[in-house]
Each structure stands twice: as structure tokens, then as C-alpha cells.
């Protein structure tokens, strides 16, 4: 019997510990939207994005071109010529490879120039989230953007116009 009651109690007690842990939800991409400095990051990121790939376009444009007239060559080149020539041909196709992975690679331009734009953004929403969560005790706040697992979220638990707020932006919600 004393053992049931202190499972009793016990489960009692942290039946309570469950319900005093507070959650929130912020969707980041509706904040993003809001946030303008983002706005004008993605337009920077989009216009190096495309001037960087009618670059690497043009060097592959450039190896097609030298590869058909190659080719129509060929058949009155001598052998150390056309070994020359595909070598040259082979030499600009791996430059052009190499220029497309420096502007679109894992660490790449792309990639190092959205860090400096986008990161300090994300480190401004993250440590407004966090201010939020700190002052209100919420265990945890989720993100319901981008595919999360977050199948149901009652909408007074969103506090992504507290977090943009907290950012100091006005929002106009229309």
C-alpha cells in the first residue's frame, strides 16, 4: 500500500511537471518576409546568382563551340595537332567545371555571400526567439516553416509577430 501511494504521488507530480512546460511556434519564413533587410539580401543573392550562372553558361558555351569546330577539323588535322587541340578542349571544359563549382559549390562564392547576408538576419530572429522563450518560460518554441514535423499548431501560441516585434520592424498586416 505505501508503495502505491508513493507511485501515486509520484506520478502526480510529474503529471504537473508536464503540465507547467510551456510551447510556443514561430513560423521563420513569415518573419523572413517581414524582415526587410531580407528582402534586399535574396534580391543581392538572386542577381549574383544569375550573373554567376550566364557566366559559367558562357565557359560551357564556349567549350561546345570549341568541340564542333573540332570536329569538323578533325578529319585533316594531323594526330599531334588534334592531340593538342583536345587537350585544349579538355583543359577549358575542367576550367569551366572548376568556375562552376567556386560560384555553386559546398563552400562556394553562393554560399559564403548568403552566409554574410542571410546569417546575421537568422542570428537577429533567433535571439529574439530566444529573449521571448526567456522572458514568457516557454520549454520549447518550434518552427512551423519549411517541412517541419508540426502537424497541428493552435494559433495562440504563434509568437512570430512578438519575435518581429522584439526585432523592432513594423508589420502591417492587411
Known amino acids: ?66 568541340r564542333k569546330e573540332f570536329q569538323d577539323e578533325a578529319i585533316l588535322l594531323p594526330a599531334e595537332i588534334k592531340a593538342q587541340r583536345e587537350k585544349e578542349i579538355l583543359d577549358m571544359e575542367n576550367k569551366a567545371m572548376e568556375l562552376q563549382k567556386q560560384r555553386f559549390g559546398v563552400g562556394g562564392d553562393l554560399f559564403v555571400k548568403r552566409e554574410q547576408l542571410i546569417k546575421p538576419i537568422q542570428d537577429r530572429i533567433f535571439d529574439a526567439i530566444q529573449q521571448i522563450a526567456s522572458e514568457r518560460n516557454f520549454a520549447f518554441v518550434f518552427d512551423k516553416a519549411n517541412q517541419s514535423n508540426l502537424l497541428y499548431a493552435d494559433p495562440k501560441y504563434d509568437i512570430s509577430d512578438q519575435v518581429i516585434k522584439e526585432m523592432g520592424i513594423k508589420v502591417d498586416n492587411n
Open 1 to 66: 500500500m505505501k508503495h502505491l501511494l508513493i507511485t501515486f504521488v509520484f506520478l502526480l507530480g510529474l503529471s504537473s511537471v508536464g503540465l507547467a512546460q510551456r510551447y510556443a511556434y514561430v513560423d521563420t519564413q513569415y518573419i523572413l518576409d517581414n524582415v526587410p533587410e531580407y528582402q534586399a539580401a535574396q534580391e543581392e543573392l538572386n542577381r549574383l546568382s544569375e550573373e554567376w550562372q550566364n557566366e559559367v553558361e558562357m565557359q560551357f558555351k564556349l567549350v561546345a563551340q570549341k
